[in-house]
């Protein structure tokens, strides 16, 4: 009995499965380089458990490629690269890893938003450029996160009430937000629990929102929740961040609206065909954008390392 792992995970999950006397074996062990297709089926074919990460598609050809395979681990919360009608047709069980990256995601959101506000990636540009010749009062001015000189509190809008965004909900304590969120039936009662912060139709949240972040899964539900009718009846003030997955993004409309002024920036983490990101976008400076590093603290991806190599031994010590 023995686990595919697809890419390298950090020390902590291999010596997880080590002391649990379990064997596995490295696909692709190049951090740089994706695991080819015809590995992944091979590996998947030689052990009973697949430890994956998100740059793995987990499609019905790789479940049905092992009748013996036991369990996919996947190093990720999000588990849309995985094919959840066929593992549940075929009787395989898929782990993840809640929780643990709740804080750091949550933190690398407001480290997007607060950039994408306050200009600061355009700020360090300018002056590694050397172009920092005088202070001037009105150099890269951005906009107020909390209320300021004026008063007015901003309103942040968060599509998605989960983990993450309960978590970002949270940290707009500090800013004296409005905080707003959209989310599902069932995540109603979640919303209505949390302290200030107030259910709203997702329409509603648009036009309200000076910041509107997003945290929902992907799923057939939510692929281009945010497309041109989204952009166009957001503030032209607006910020959007956008942490969860590309795909709920139409990017292509998105780069029209900030190019348009129909909002005035973006936070990017994740993108709708990553790695790659939309040409239009690359070339704005009212655009952050990151790769994909949502939960990239090392603490956070020793911990995820860790579950998904407990989640794979779980399943190959239920399978005995
Ligand atoms: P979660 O706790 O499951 O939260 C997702 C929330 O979205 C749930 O409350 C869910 O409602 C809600 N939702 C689902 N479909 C919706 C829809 N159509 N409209 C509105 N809300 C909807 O998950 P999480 O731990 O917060 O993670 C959220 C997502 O963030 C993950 O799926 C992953 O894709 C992404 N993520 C990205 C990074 C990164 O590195 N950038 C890191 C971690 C996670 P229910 O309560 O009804 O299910
Ligand atoms: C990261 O994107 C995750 O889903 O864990």
Same mark, same amino acid.
Request: proline fraction near 4%; aromatic fraction near 4%.
């Given at each position: ?20 006397? +379990? ?16 590995? =992944? ?6 052990? /009973? ?8 598609? +987990? ?27 066929? &593992? ?15 804080? &750091? ?19 360090? !540009? ?19 996160? $909390? ?8 309103? =942040? ?41 107030? &259910? ?19 799923? /057939? ?6 497309? !041109? ?8 003030? !607006? ?6 997955? $590309? ?11 900030l190019t348009g002024g129909e909002i005035a920036a973006a936070g990017l983490d994740v993108y709708e065909h990553e790695p790659r990101m939309v040409p239009e976008l690359r070339d704005l400076t009212n ?6 590093? $949502?939960?990239a603290t090392v603490d956070t991806r020793d911990r995820m390392a860790t579950m998904a190599a407990d989640n794979a031994v779980r399943f190959l010590t239920s399978a005995e």
């Amino acid at each position: 009995m023995s686990v595919f792992v697809t890419r390298r995970i950090p020390q902590v999950g291999l010596d997880r499965l080590r002391e649990h006397g +379990i064997e596995f074996e490295i696909g692709q062990p190049d951090d740089e380089r994706p695991l080819a297709r015809s590995s =992944l089926l091979a590996g998947v074919r030689r052990h /009973e458990v697949l430890l994956s990460l998100l740059t793995e598609r +987990i499609d019905r050809e790789v479940l049905a490629a092992n009748p013996r395979l036991r369990g996919v681990s996947n190093m990720a919360v999000g588990v849309d690269n995985i094919d959840l009608v066929a &593992a549940r047709e075929l009787g395989i069980p898929v782990g993840n890893t809640p929780d643990v990256l709740t804080s &750091a995601t949550a933190d690398l959101t407001w480290a997007l938003l607060l950039a994408a506000a306050r200009r600061v990636v355009e700020a360090h !540009a300018f002056m590694v450029a050397g172009r920092y010749d005088l202070w001037g009062p009105e150099l890269l001015c951005g906009v107020d996160v $909390g209320p300021g000189v004026t008063g007015r509190r901003k309103t =942040l809008g968060i599509v998605g009430f989960g983990r993450i965004g309960a978590a970002v909900a949270q940290r707009a304590r500090g800013f004296e937000m409005e905080v707003l969120a959209s989310g599902t039936e069932a995540s109603r009662a979640r919303i209505d629990a949390a302290p200030d912060v107030e &259910a709203c139709r997702f329409e509603d949240l648009l036009e309200r929102s000076d910041f509107v972040s997003v945290h929902v899964p992907l799923t /057939e539900a939510t692929r281009h929740m945010f497309g !041109a009718d989204a952009f166009r009846r957001m503030k032209r003030q !607006a910020v959007f961040v956008n942490t969860s997955r $590309g795909p709920v993004v139409d990017e292509a409309a998105l780069a029209t609206a900030l190019t348009g002024g129909e909002i005035a920036a973006a936070g990017l983490d994740v993108y709708e065909h990553e790695p790659r990101m939309v040409p239009e976008l690359r070339d704005l400076t009212n655009v952050v954008c990151l790769p994909h590093i $949502g939960s990239a603290t090392v603490d956070t991806r020793d911990r995820m390392a860790t579950m998904a190599a407990d989640n794979a031994v779980r399943f190959l010590t239920s399978a005995e």
